[in-house]
């Protein structure tokens, strides 16, 4: 039989060619909300480009048809090309982005205010809130209070995340503090919370003391490193089983759910967060978590409910 040749049909698969690249997406999302046609140095800010890189992409998708110009030379102006038929779409898929993200963060903010009688502030932090995050980085949600620990408040938000994970596909991880653990935030975490997403509450710098710094426990660092080795080896055999043997993540989730009737306080809530996990993501995903170089996978790593369904696997 003849070899197929490679390339793709611009006609047929037109969006092959006007979702290229990142830069191009950058640039269609910024037009696809302005109201004018755009410089090219508004453009590049707005679509957070080097305005040396900007011709190439505009010039992808002006041969796509989807972007023209308007005026000469160094003052012509860049706007999307309203005749292709595909432009509609194309703002929908932006807008639709938008409301996404619009929409984790009220289902959050509602998660928050859910429990206002018993929570001080609650605020996002880290990558997603700075805009900075990758594919991998979860949704960083701090829920400051008086007293989490003792009447089931903590199960309580975490089930009500797992439904927003569950629903946006989307990895949430929960810090849970009261107002003694503001004493130990280190300086770079109290750098980052300068662009903290509010929830609910007061921010959470203005909660802050006047200065904080991590407590020094080198003994119990010491352990904490030794278990966190450990189950990282543990992890990285289940993580090389997933990828060949998805079953396992159902049979977790199993395990999970027939744990969740008698489980106490503290391993409810970790049952319920590995739960929001396996009903929320792929078994490639799962993988890669177990396999992730952060305190909050360490802090996974160290309650698997892999191990048992690991182990059947592993006779069969």
């Known amino acids: 039989m003849p070899r197929t040749h490679s390339t793709k049909s611009a006609v047929r698969n037109p969006l092959d060619y006007i979702l290229s690249t990142r830069a191009g997406v950058s640039v269609l999302r910024a037009l696809s909300t302005a109201q004018v046609p755009l410089s090219q140095t508004e453009l590049a800010r707005r679509a957070e480009l080097h305005l040396r890189g900007l011709p190439a992409a505009l010039a992808v998708l002006e041969a796509a048809g989807v972007v023209s110009y308007s005026g000469r030379g160094r003052t012509r102006q860049v ?107 280190t300086p770079e975490r109290r750098a980052g919370l300068e662009r903290a997403l509010l929830l ?27 278990a966190a080795e450990q189950s990282h080896t543990l992890a990285e ?27 106490g306080a503290t391993e409810r809530l970790t049952l319920l967060e590995w739960k929001g996990l396996l009903d929320s993501l792929t078994p490639g995903q799962l993988a890669r978590l177990l396999r992730e170089k952060s305190e909050r996978a360490d802090r996974l790593r160290q309650s698997l409910p892999f191990i048992g369904v690991l182990d059947d696997s592993a006779s069969r």
């Open 79 to 185: 706007q999307l090309h309203h005749h292709h038929p595909l432009i509609q779409e194309l703002r929908q898929l932006f807008q639709a982005e938008t409301n996404r993200w619009n929409r984790i963060v009220q289902e959050l903010r509602q998660a928050a205010t859910a429990f206002a009688g018993r929570l001080i502030a609650a605020w996002l932090e880290g990558p997603v809130a700075m805009g900075t995050d990758t594919m991998t980085d979860p949704i960083d949600a701090t829920f400051l209070g008086e007293q989490l620990a003792d009447d089931g408040l903590q199960a309580a938000i975490r089930e009500r995340v797992n439904a927003v994970q569950s629903q946006e596909h989307v990895i949430v991880a929960l810090r849970f503090h009261q107002r003694a653990d503001l004493l130990r935030i």
């Open 200 to 226: 609910y509450g007061p921010a959470p710098l203005d909660l802050l003391p006047a200065t904080s710094g991590a407590g020094n426990d080198a003994p119990g660092a010491a352990r904490s490193r030794g």
């Open 237 to 263: 055999k289940v993580a090389a089983r997933l990828t060949h043997d998805p079953e396992i993540a159902v049979r977790a989730r199993e395990y999970v759910d027939r744990r969740l009737p008698g489980a």
